[in-house]
């Protein structure tokens, strides 16, 4: 149990190009979800907290209208990078929170901006 | 959320236990304890929580001192599998959209 799924698990895309991410918790329902962002060789940082039919809260330094996150069922977030640019190249893992109250990850999503 | 001190990388021979510590000094009353690890390219994985009891579980045990000011993660036979990044992360449970603050954790290495 506790599943969480992403979709794609990489993408390459051009400059200037948005790219969709899924997040979806298969076997439970997720009231909150988490996106987080990880370069190589540092430590996964928190981008922004979803909550389902609410508006996402970013953390400081995340530009919310780049990174465009829709929570609209219980087992579905999205995270859209809007205007891609190679500096959002990076590794993006999301959470789900279960009732018990523990975050379940996603296996993540390589995204390469050309 | 307190603050967790790690050591950066340590090695275990495999079949041999694996003994992870990490510091919390800071941690309040109402602070669990969680340690998730990494698996290189792939997404943190949940082991195992817990408040101020021992916990024990299909993947590990988690031994807080008494105190609450430091705990251990045992992998009681380590494989070439459990090669992984290792995080000690305190957090206050039982909260909607309680955060979980990755730092750098404990790069295990299991040696044949």
């Known amino acids: 149990g506790a599943v969480v799924s992403q979709h794609p698990s990489w993408v390459i895309c051009k400059s200037g190009t948005s790219v969709k991410i899924e997040c979806r918790s298969l076997?439970?329902?997720?009231?909150?979800m988490f996106w987080y962002r990880q370069f190589p060789k540092q430590s996964l940082m928190l981008m922004a907290t979803?909550?389902?039919?609410?508006?996402?809260?970013?953390e400081q330094g995340v530009e919310k209208d780049k990174f465009l996150i829709n929570h609209a069922s219980l087992t579905l977030s999205t995270l859209t990078v809007t205007s891609a640019h190679p500096e959002d190249s990076s590794f993006y893992i999301c959470?789900?929170?279960?009732?018990?109250?523990?975050?379940?990850f996603g296996p993540g999503t390589r995204l390469t901006v050309l | 959320d307190a603050k967790t001190t790690q050591p950066p990388s340590m090695d275990c021979a495999e079949g041999r236990a694996a003994n992870l510590p990490c510091n919390h000094s800071t941690i309040s009353g109402n602070e669990y304890v969680y340690w998730y690890r990494q698996i290189h390219s792939q997404g943190p994985q949940y082991i195992i929580h817990?408040?101020?009891n021992n916990e024990t579980n299909e993947m590990a045990s988690l031994i807080i001192t008494e105190d609450r000011k430091s705990s251990t993660l045992i992998l009681p036979h380590a494989t070439l599998r459990d090669t992984a990044v290792y995080y000690c992360?305190?957090?206050?449970?039982?909260?909607?959209?309680?955060?979980?603050?990755f730092g750098e954790g404990t790069q295990l290495t299991v040696n044949p």
């Open positions: 959470s789900a929170q279960s009732a018990a109250d523990t975050q379940y």
């Open positions: 992360i305190v957090r206050v449970a039982g909260t909607s959209g309680s955060r979980l603050t």
């Open positions: 076997d439970f329902q997720a009231t909150t």
């Open positions: 979803s909550n389902e039919g609410s508006k996402a809260t970013y």
């Open positions: 817990g408040l101020k």
